[in-house]
């Protein structure tokens, strides 16, 4: 057999398991069966624990089945303060992820900038947004807007700062590039810096999400009328705490909702990472 014919049947008998790539695993949709066997571990154990308390009275602990009706009939309600918190929370945090974008972006770019907001995000971020809820619900003219308000401190700051070491952890090579192919400023911050910055603005909005929810909740317990919070303060009062867990576990499925529904965003926002 000639040299030639040797590297062809070679190259024929290779080419099939070179030509095999690797299957890449797709993500499952469905909840890894730790996260199951540990939400039954925990449904178990109220179930047992809820056996040892007096149910024919009103216990603190009732039982799932009890907390499910309770659920169930409070459902049309739970869904009127869902879109009354709704309304309060979308314009505050809104306008906390536009206005935390744009300055902690150019903060970040921008020297003197940076030099005027981190030192007075360094003492003014870490205060407590809670601390606000009182003297806004005394300033402003109504619930709303004071609940937005809180809503829009507690989230700016993280989305801020995130943004902004987004912005400073963009590779000066990046900003060479587009200088010299001729980009503007704001061409090099809307084409250059933000889209490389978006992975920390993602966690920023993560964060501020999170706080979002829970200062709006705080906020609803002081003067709101209509609310999750408001419906899990309004059972408490009156001892109805079916009502009350069931509010609760409630509010805890919406946030999850939410927090999953930013999370399918940036994973399509942020394809390149996959």
């Not at 398991?17 to 909840?31: C, E, F, H, T």
């Not at 659920?71 to 309304?87: C, D, K, M, R």
């Not at 809820?133 to 995130?162: D, K, M, R």
């Not at 993602?202 to 209509?226: D, H, K, P, R």
């Amino acid at each position: 057999m000639s040299t030639m014919t040797k590297a062809v049947t070679l190259a024929g008998n290779a080419a099939p398991g070179a030509a095999r790539k690797p299957r890449r695993r797709r993500p499952s949709r469905l909840p890894a069966w730790e996260a199951l066997a540990l939400w039954g571990a925990l449904l178990l154990a109220w179930q047992i624990a809820s056996q040892f308390i007096d149910q024919t009275t009103n216990p603190l602990l009732p039982a799932p089945a009890s907390v499910a009706a309770a659920l169930a009939e409070s459902l049309p309600e739970l869904w009127a303060g869902t879109v009354s918190s709704v309304l309060i929370l979308l314009p505050g945090y809104g306008l906390a992820v536009a206005a935390g974008v744009a300055l902690g972006l150019l903060a970040g770019v921008i020297p003197s900038l940076g030099r005027a907001f981190f030192p007075f995000a360094k003492v003014v971020g870490p205060v407590p947004p809670t601390v606000y809820i009182p003297y806004a619900i005394a300033v402003l003219p109504t619930f709303h807007l004071s609940a937005a308000f809180v809503v829009f401190i507690g989230a700016f700051w993280p989305i801020f700062q995130n943004a902004a070491a987004g912005a400073q952890a963009v590779e000066g090579r990046h900003r060479d590039n587009a200088r010299v192919l001729g980009f503007s400023r704001l061409e090099t911050l809307v084409k250059v810096i933000f889209p490389a910055s978006l992975p920390h603005i993602f966690s920023g909005m993560a964060v501020g999400l999170a706080f979002s929810f829970i200062l709006l909740t705080v906020a609803e317990l002081f003067g709101a009328n209509a609310g999750l919070g408001r419906f899990v303060q309004y059972y408490a009062d009156f001892a109805d705490y079916p009502r009350m867990v069931a509010g609760i576990l409630y509010t805890g499925v919406v946030t999850w909702l939410a927090m999953s529904g930013l999370d399918a965003l940036r994973r399509r926002a942020l394809f390149w990472l996959r």
